[in-house]
């Protein structure tokens, strides 16, 4: 695809969708949409959980691809509202997806690790969000990211960097968890695979988003925040919420960027 090649992002006020919204509008034509957080006035207002505002806004954006990064991402409030979890995560997808259909648009979802074993509701919404991605007539892409860092223009959001972010403004002390191990996915690295797999028309497959090395809260806080004199201070949580561990990424046989 050229640089004319139009975009839309369902959910670019996110932290990860306003960091690919101004990644990717250089490169081409991206229209975002928010639900509650307008963070550029050029944003689109779309309720996901609404099928005919979701038809309307796809059919008169008319998008070559659709990036799907709109969810709750919380496994505690999934947990808690499990209702609107599956209408947010799942059934929306749903919506998404058959509008797509209908303008001819391909389909890249941001997926998770989690949805490999889904071990929770979160988990187990994204897994079947995952198979209505792949019903797509006309090409699919689903990136699947672990715990995600880097600067994104949302810097309200309660994500793990953001958290970061507000440790440095502060200047405090941090206490971070060293129980749960992971393989980080750094957000400039998904803008920059999407680029390529657009451009290369690299879609019909699952993309594992990873560094290779093994980290805890605790790795990534200390190597962020110790240069700038916060001190780190580390505890274990004994937090083994969607554990991921290197034989798991091997398992998949998918592609990893």
Known sequence: MDDKTKISIIG??????????????????????????????????????????????????RPNVIIH??????????????????????????????SAN???????????????????????????????????????????PSLILGYSPNTTNDRPFNRLLKNLDEGVS?????????????????SEVITACINNKIFNRSIVIAVTEMKSRYDTARDILTPFGIKVTPVDAKDSTFEVFKDDLSELNYPRL
């Open 174 to 190: 941090a206490v971070y968890d060293t129980s749960w191990k992971f393989q980080p996915t750094y957000i400039r690295h998904m």
């Open 69 to 98: 990064v709109a969810n709750n991402a919380s496994a505690k409030w999934c947990d808690t509202y499990p209702e609107k979890a599956v209408l947010l995560n799942q059934t929306a997808t749903q919506y998404i997806a058959d």
């Open 12 to 61: 670019a006020s996110s932290y990860v969708g306003a960091r690919l919204y101004f990644d990717l509008k250089s490169k081409f034509i991206v229209v975002g949409t928010y639900s509650s957080n307008q963070l550029s006035k050029n944003f689109i207002y779309l309720d996901i959980t609404n099928k005919k505002e979701v038809e309307k806004v796809i059919n008169d954006i």
């Open 102 to 144: 209908k303008v001819n648009a391909k389909l890249i979802y941001i997926s998770t690790m989690g949805a490999v074993k889904p071990s929770n509701l979160y988990g187990k919404t994204k897994s079947k969000s995952e198979k209505i991605i792949k019903t797509s007539k006309y090409g699919y892409l689903i990136l699947r």
